[in-house]
């Protein structure tokens, strides 16, 4: 059996902790383990018993807003699932462009915490319906361009409808829409500022063949003058990434 | 619709006619007036050359001056900029003038002032009186410096009294009809407010006379009937057309709230009733949403309540944009398929089944 993921969680209510801690301990699989708790974010620094592959991130901590501090959990390695009652669009969608791998509301947690943290490890897309619904809430001219396919699977997965029945619904199967939709969210990982986790992201998604390295050139908007997405140096895009060469072999996708 | 103006845009109707008036008098002083003086004593300058230059300064100070006002009022540092060009350009012209005989020849007191008053207009009174202190003290002082006599002094105060009051009263004058304008445009204003409200009164009045003609036709023989007791409060499908009448009153109640035409406004009244049997109802809406009309509303409304009726213990309603319109979708465990309208008042509804769980959307679009 592979190793179980690791995860720490930052929250300020003990009694969230401790509903999320359950929810990690009732999983039939076991596949992560709690490894550190912590009321704040300095909570995180003071003590590393042992490296948390996730974060898990309450995006409210003593009545702030931190989605602020998420790039500077993502350049120290973490990847962030962020948890929130929030679940404006526009918080959001702030959240993903800042580097979380996934947003999952309060209300969605017990279905899909342990599995976006199990995704987030993977680097892989998670798509939450409120990350959806802040997709299709997206009217920022920089958005990217999704297809009418990748609109319908998200509009419908939106709507609440299991991705079993998406797929009937449009009549292709669950597997499609599940690529329908990790395709939107990695569109989304290649706009916005840069960050590690979404080129770790992005690659991922190439390798899984989800999307192609010619369909995630970002929208560039005439407000986005320059040369392009730059990457920090030591930290080369996916596009020419060397370690992550795109699969001669992209299975179809209809 | 009779057209009502906008009351800002009337007054500002006025004041601008207004600042054109002015432009028109500053620019004909300065070019027939000024001018005429200019060219008349044209043999008595010391340098012709020179006169004719600041009265061509003055003549762009006046020029600029003209496209700041007719843009609105303007800042004091663009105002005041062309107002020191004025009065600098009417002191060199005074001070270039022969000595004894220069109130006589001086064509730019008059074409500064006015310039003055051209810029400073709309701005706070007392500086078009400081303005025209300052204009009138630095011709005192060139005079002055050239000797000053106690016939000299008595033109200077004629000039001074003839020109500068007559610029006085030309402010005051503008200041006064921009405050008419200003009461007229009020006016205007809370007439036209009146009668918005009494055509507010009249859709209110005749929304309410509709919902009641709508309680006629299903609430009233509902309670007619368990009031007599020839419904079974036991009976299922009793209760049913209970909680669908329910779902229905508060619908109506709610279209007469402060938000008219909001969908969601209504959606929320229906899940509330379904709330109260135990059925848990989430609504979320994706981005801003189009304005539905009313016709196409109910129909979405009604099947809101089909399916929440239906609904054993959960359901979820979203609203969206879609295309042209919006896209709104129940998923409910129901069951089994709710009997809705395929189509109406433009809007389209599918609905699929699956297991338990039914998905219906109905789908508005503006064209």
Redesign the interface.
Known sequence: MEQPVTVAIIEDHPVVTEGVASWIRSDPGRRVRLVQTARELTGLHAMPREPADVVILDLELSGELVTGEIPGLVAAGYRVVAFSGH?D?AIVMETLDNGAHAYVSK?EGRDHLVEAVLAAAADRPYVTRSQA??I????RPARPALSEQERQAL??W?????K??VG??MSISENTVRQYISRARAKYAATGRTAPSKDALLARAIEDGVIKPGEIVPYRSFARAGPGRSHPPGHPGPLNDPGHPSPPDLPPQR | MTGVQPTAIMSGRYQRAFTIAVVFLVVGWHLAGAGGQLLHNRPAYGSFALQGAMWLVMALAIAAGSVLVLRGTPAWRPAWAVAVIALAASTAAAAASPASQMLAVNWAWGSAGWTGVLVLLRRRFTELACFLAAEAAATLGVQVWDGLHRTDLAGFLAVLAWSTGAQVAVAAGVKALDGAAGQAAAAARSEHAARERAATAEVIRAARHARWLALQESTVPLVAELAAGTADPGDPRVRTRCAVQAARLRRLLAEGDEVPGSLVHELHASADVAERRGVAV?I?T???LPPVPGPARRVITDAAIAILTAARSKA?I?L???ATGI?V?F?ADTGAAVRLPAVGEGVAIEQ?Q?GG?L?A?ARWNSR
């Open positions: 679940s669009p209300e619904r802040a299709l809430a997206d009217e509009l419908l939106f709507q609440g409808m299991s079993a029945s009937r619904r | 989430e979320e994706a981005g801003p979820r979203t969206a944009r879609a896209a979708s998923v699929q699956d769980m998905w959307e």
